[in-house]
């Protein structure tokens, strides 16, 4: 199998050391968000998406969206020096994004859709709280998570997620603590 450098890059930068009693683990990631217009449509909006997530401690740190293709009513916007993070109580949600075919990494944005431009906010890899943004009516894109966000989110479940143990409910005789079973006359 050959990798292109980018790949590679991608790959060892996504690898972050966390021992199990580590509530927090941070991975440095860059989005690369994507704008579309249709051309032939005078009064079109723009659609928003999230093109693709990098990961690796080599992507710079930027302020502002960096323009980096305009072609055909098509523009990607480069969005460096964001992080990942993982939080100990995520368990359960990163497991089911996991199980997910692909899994996903949700950007959240401060803008809306059709807007000429939206700024990432943040980065999260929890369906939960992606479902809670896109609740209070923010603009929350899906990108397919890299390999190496995945393999490190999967270590980081195996690590610090343990499911609830199921019990099964001690079944209450209602009938038996009614009042009226106790008092047949208090139903007059």
């Known amino acids: 199998m050959t990798t292109t450098p980018a790949a590679a890059d991608d790959h060892a930068g996504a690898r972050a050391a966390f021992t199990e009693s580590a509530r927090e683990v941070t991975v440095p990631v860059a989005v690369i968000l994507q704008r579309e217009t249709a051309a032939a449509e005078k009064w079109a909006h723009a659609q928003w998406s999230a093109f693709a997530v990098v990961a690796g401690a080599h992507l710079e740190h930027g302020d502002a969206p960096v323009l980096i293709h305009d072609e055909g009513g098509i523009r990607r916007y480069f969005c460096g020096g964001m992080s990942l993070r993982l939080y100990k109580d995520g368990g359960e949600s990163y497991w089911h994004n996991l199980l997910s075919e692909p899994p996903r990494l949700f950007v959240v944005c401060d803008g809306e859709q059709g807007d000429e431009h939206v700024v990432p906010a943040f980065i999260t890899a929890d369906q939960d709280e992606a479902s809670g943004c896109m609740e209070s009516e ?22 610090h997620y ?5 019990r099964k409910r001690k079944r209450r005789e209602w009938a038996e603590e009614s009042v009226y079973a106790k008092n047949p006359g208090a139903a007059e």
């Open 162 to 166: 343990r499911p609830m143990q199921k």
């Open 138 to 159: 923010r603009l929350v894109l899906s990108a397919p998570m890299p390999p190496s966000i995945c393999d490190l989110l999967e270590r980081y479940v195996i690590s």
